[in-house]
């Protein structure tokens, strides 16, 4: 009941392009759902974050999706850059941060 | 950098080593946390300390111990590990109490047991 599922494993997306990651959750009493960023030889740092009693959040080209009912919620960057090529992991907190597995993103040229 | 440094960056040793890898934050929290990174699963949580008090232990091995002197420092020490422990081991703090406490993560030891 503590996982976090996280779709897809890794993502190729076009300069340009949305990138979608989802990731879904069984534990209601999760109350905070942060995304991290990790680019190789760092560690993750955080992008964006939500709360459940909201169903979108947006900063810049980086937008989190919540459904609540469905306990699911999914990261969308929009006009996806090369540099924007790392490894993201969801995350749900009650009490302490459960991470998802993870989604290597490759956004070429 | 976000302000959490760990030390050494890369590690080698084999089963019979004892060796120690350090942790400093210089944001002032109060929790400190270390995780382990393995390939293609999710980051385990290992240990937690909350102003200086362990509170948290994730069933890990006792060939794991940690230390956390002061709120700044936090060490773990490593003795007879197997080559499955070989990983990238993180560290991170957070102000900690917080229902939205961020973690705040540092680049991480990447650790090989031959």
């Known amino acids: 009941q503590q996982q976090v599922k996280q779709s897809p494993q890794s993502l190729i997306v076009q300069k340009g392009g949305i990138s979608i990651i989802n990731c879904a959750y069984e534990?209601?009493?999760?109350?905070?759902f942060p995304w991290y960023q990790q680019f190789p030889g760092k560690g993750p740092a955080l992008l964006i974050a939500?709360?459940?009693?909201?169903s979108e959040k947006k900063e810049g080209r980086f937008t989190i999706s919540f459904n609540k009912s469905a306990k699911q919620f999914s990261l969308h960057i929009m006009d996806s850059q090369p540099g924007d090529s790392a490894t993201y992991f969801c995350a749900a907190l009650y009490g302490k941060l459960t991470f998802g597995q993870g989604t290597i993103l490759t956004v070429h040229p | 950098e976000t302000g959490v440094t760990q030390t050494p960056r890369h590690l080698v040793m084999g089963m019979t080593n004892k060796k120690s890898l350090k942790c400093e934050q210089h944001?002032?929290?109060?929790?400190m946390y270390w995780y382990k990174q393995s390939a293609k699963k999710p980051l385990e949580l290992m240990f937690v300390y909350s102003l200086e008090e362990r509170v948290e232990n994730n069933s890990v091995p006792s060939r794991f111990s940690p230390e956390c002197p002061n709120s700044s420092h936090l060490f773990l020490h490593l003795h007879t590990l197997q080559p499955e422990d070989s990983a990238l081991y993180l560290c991170?703090?957070?102000?900690?109490?917080?229902?939205?406490?961020?973690?705040?993560f540092g680049p991480g030891t990447r650790l090989t047991v031959l």
């Open positions: 991170a703090s957070s102000r900690g109490g917080a229902d939205t406490d961020t973690q705040y």
């Open positions: 939500i709360r459940p009693d909201v």
């Open positions: 944001l002032g929290h109060n929790a």
């Open positions: 534990n209601t009493a999760f109350d905070y």
